[in-house]
């Protein structure tokens, strides 16, 4: 056995072929082993059959698997009533626990666990739940603390400051205004407006002192700091808690001016006492004091006895400190996206009284920040092209893609299993602490639906505040009358890889789909794309069938395309025919027979004929139409916006995509395809399987695969659908561009059920008297015609499929005679 030096101790390498019981022996029981094939002293064998893994290390994984059955019995009553699915649930929970006892962790950790995932049916059985742990304290302490990585926010965040600040202080020489000089940073969890703030404060070269308040859950990191005292709170009126808090503001700004440091970690807001804040001092010296309170939206939900929100006084006594804004700013932090709450507009803050004269044009209120260049941290394009996809696709650094959050915990000095955060991921995606895989409310069926399909949600939904709050939603940007937002869900794979467990359940398939028509009924999503939509559903579902419940895997073209195969509408056969050159050879005296017939028969003829089959002899020596043995992999679809340049499908660009596990859904109006999966057809090479959506009632099979029909065969060529400057990326990665790209055309507005391979046509012309022959070639692109993807999803799914595809929007019969001019006679 060998061992490796990790963090200045001694760990163990799982990597050797014989491990040492010993350094695995827990003090939970202990376990015969004296065997060859390695003795267990429970029975696995309702669970899952342990001698199925390799003998010569079954030892040691026998007693792991012992420590961790023995932990789950004896923490759960009636273990002999409960389910399998429950038991091993409990297992996976204390195995994370036995093996950080036993010195195995990090990537020794991760590879033990690709080693044993297997016998517990993890990658096979839908219905098994992972149990991971929530994050805990140790783990958000240790991710907290790693080096901290510069970027463009942490200079922008200085400079907003200053901006707000002179804003504020211009408004305040028309007079007394009695506003707050704050202004709110606003951003989804993970992406590290905490640590910002941290980081600035441990700048002592800075010009600012930061006074941190957090008014977090007892689970959240940094911990609560703040407590306001519960007496009397059922006779609390909002001016004592005004007056309270602008004391202790008083208190803490004092400090920050002397040095000295509070009486405790935790500040009490005292209620009830009649000591009056202490005078504030002019800074003599150049610092400023940015005065931040963390997770204020905890305080929206307590109220004074005569109905204000904590919220609300604490904004309340930020007034107090108008005169100090030149030197002094408060700064409100939180996911809690409703800057409605946070930072109102004048019209909708009932805490403002209007005055003689004001003037309400200068009485917006100052702009939020939006932290979001954090994202780039651990995106670096350029860095991930550097690796090779088979290093991208490892469950360390694949997900780390996305925002800090994610490599924080897989790094940190007590680092998570990439399970566990697969399942931290999914409940956050929820805001749930179950391992519940059920949906049942909408908010969380549109962040597992826009995390997957790429969604276009509404700035003026009202699911947009909640997204962002409570369902890992990214904020772009906010209206100046804060009453819409701008939100999306960029590409990050521990989510997406995560949300598929939630649509491996085919009830919660059902529920996203009648949700879907419930959000284009009341404008939540975009309706002018709903087939488009239907069709990434149905590719990303084809996807996770083809690649399992592993989280990541590379699949063949033809493997993924034969999930598209439905009662009528074989598409393995088709495959099987475009792996071919698509041309058949002929009898040359049958043709010159059908010549004579025309009175064609010329005396060159037999010699062209036979030079016509050598070519297609010469055909079938050549590539076959089709890259069915390329590899396809993806989890999620992200968006290609327009590009200044003009280059947007590029070599690169797929290299990238395929790397993150990601589909392109191209921008609306892009000449002949609506979406690109990146297909590895060589080590690094890439070409692309063009997608075409159709949502027409008058399309038919034959019409769209005739050869005269350009939707399939000239739309989705890459001689109309790429650039100029396009092209030229490929052929430089040596691309051969004269091969057709794979397609598929969705006709999901079809009824009838069918598929085809497209056709075209080539004209070659004889030598004498302008006769002419015509070829007819198979086309590399299948059409799909119709729904009932029953392999896909159950019966009763795929109806709702049917009834979203012909949903339209009816007002009722009243509504139309009672607002005539609107809806028409």
């Not at 403002?352 to 009485?363: I, M």
């Not at 955060?421 to 969380?444: A, F, M, P, Q, V």
């Not at 009175?599 to 050598?614: G, H, Q, T, Y």
């Not at 004498?768 to 392999?791: A, E, H, K, M």
Request: net charge negative; with cysteine; hydrophobic share 35%.
């Amino acid at each position: 056995m060998s061992k490796r030096k990790v963090d200045g101790s001694e760990r163990m390498s799982i990597d050797d072929e014989k491990e040492d019981v010993s350094m695995v022996d827990a003090t939970a029981g202990t376990t015969d082993t004296s065997s060859e094939g390695g003795q267990h002293q429970h029975d696995f064998s309702s669970l899952f059959d342990v001698d199925a893994i390799d003998a010569s290390q079954r030892q040691s994984y026998v007693t792991i698997l012992d420590k961790a059955y023995e932990r789950a019995n004896s923490a759960t009553e009636n273990w002999g009533n409960i389910s399998r699915t429950v038991k091993i649930g409990r297992m996976v929970m204390m195995l994370g626990d036995v093996l950080r006892e036993s010195g195995i962790t990090g990537a020794d950790r991760d590879r033990y666990w690709e080693r044993v995932a297997p016998f517990f049916e993890i990658r096979e059985k839908s219905d098994l739940v992972d149990h991971g742990p929530m994050i805990d304290q140790s783990a958000a302490a240790s991710a907290f603390d790693l080096d901290y990585t510069s970027h463009a926010d942490d200079a922008a965040f200085l400079t907003h400051l200053e901006e707000q600040r002179k804003i504020f202080l211009k408004r305040r020489q028309r007079g007394p205004q009695g506003n707050a000089p704050f202004f709110a940073v606003i951003q989804s969890s993970g992406y590290g407006k905490s640590r910002l703030i941290s980081q600035i404060s441990a700048c002592r070269d800075q010009q600012y002192d930061v006074i941190y308040w957090t008014f977090a859950s007892k689970q959240a990191y940094p911990p609560k700091n703040v407590e306001i005292s519960e007496l009397q709170f059922n006779s609390l009126r909002r001016e004592a808690l005004e007056k309270a808090l602008h004391r202790e503001i008083s208190v803490a700004v004092g400090n920050a001016q002397s040095g000295r440091q509070a009486d405790s970690e935790t500040i009490f807001i005292r209620l009830g006492t009649n000591t009056k804040p202490p005078q504030m001092q002019q800074r003599t010296d150049q610092k400023r004091i940015i005065f931040v309170v963390d997770e204020a939206s905890e305080l929206l939900g307590k109220f004074t006895s005569d109905g204000v929100s904590f919220y609300r006084a604490l904004r309340t006594a930020f007034t107090k400190f108008e005169t100090e804004a030149s030197w002094l700013f408060f700064v409100v932090m939180s996911t809690f996206s409703s800057i409605t709450y946070l930072s109102p507009e004048l019209a909708m803050d009932p805490s403002f009284k209007p005055y003689s004269g004001y003037d309400d044009v200068n009485q917006n209120p100052l702009n939020p920040f939006i932290l979001g260049s954090s994202f780039r941290v651990n995106n670096d394009r350029h860095a991930i092209l550097t690796k090779t996809v088979e290093e991208c696709h490892d469950p360390q650094c694949l997900y780390s893609m996305g925002r800090p959050l994610w490599k924080a915990l897989l790094t940190c000095a007590t680092p998570m299993f990439t399970h566990e955060l697969l399942s931290y991921g999914r409940k956050k995606l929820r805001n749930s602490l179950d391992n519940d895989i059920k949906l049942t409310k909408k908010e969380e069926i549109l962040a597992v639906l826009s995390v997957r399909l790429c969604l276009s949600i509404s700035p003026t939904s009202w699911y947009v505040p909640s997204l962002v709050a409570c369902h890992m939603g990214t904020a772009l940007s906010i209206s100046e009358d804060r009453m819409s937002m701008v939100v999306t869900y960029p590409s990050e794979p521990v989510l997406a890889v995560g949300a598929k467990m939630f649509m491996k359940n085919q009830e919660n398939i059902g529920r996203m789909i009648s949700a879907l028509q419930d959000f284009l009924t009341h404008g939540a999503v975009d309706r002018g794309y709903k087939g488009e939509l239907i069709v990434r559903l149905l590719m990303t579902l084809a996807m996770d069938k083809a690649m399992g419940s592993t989280g990541v895997k590379e699949v063949r073209l033809k493997d993924y395309l034969v999930h598209f195969n439905r009662n009528g509408a074989d598409v393995s056969k088709l495959i099987e025919g475009l792996e071919s050159s698509g041309c058949e050879d002929f009898d040359v005296e049958e043709e010159l027979k059908k010549l004579k017939r025309l009175n064609l028969d010329w005396p060159d003829s037999r010699a062209m004929l036979e030079e016509k089959l050598e070519e297609k002899k010469r055909n079938r020596a050549s590539p076959p139409l089709m890259y069915a043995d390329g590899r396809v992999c993806f989890t999620h679809f992200v968006y290609l916006s327009k590009s200044t340049q003009g280059e947007l499908i590029t070599h690169d660009l797929l290299k990238y995509a395929y790397r993150r596990s990601a589909a392109i859904v191209v921008e609306e109006g892009h000449r002949g395809i609506d979406k690109v999966i990146p297909l590895r057809v060589e080590e690094d090479k890439f070409v692309g399987l063009v997608v075409q959506d159709k949502n027409r009632v008058s399309d038919t099979l034959q019409s769209l695969t005739n050869a005269d029909n350009d939707a399939t065969h000239h739309k989705v060529n890459v001689e109309y659908f790429l650039t100029e400057a396009e092209k030229e990326t490929f052929r430089s990665a040596g691309v051969d561009l004269e091969r057709n790209w794979p397609a598929i055309l969705f006709a999901v507005g079809v009824d009838k059920v069918g598929a085809e391979v497209a056709t075209q046509l080539e004209q070659k012309r004889f030598r004498r008297n302008n006769v002419s022959d015509t070829d007819r070639f198979n086309f590399p692109c299948i059409v799909l015609t119709g729904l009932d993807y029953f392999n896909l999803m159950s019966d009763e799914a795929a109806d709702r499929l049917k009834k979203l595809r012909n949903f339209e929007f009816v007002p009722s019969l009243q509504k139309r005679e009672d607002i005539p001019i609107t809806y028409g006679s």
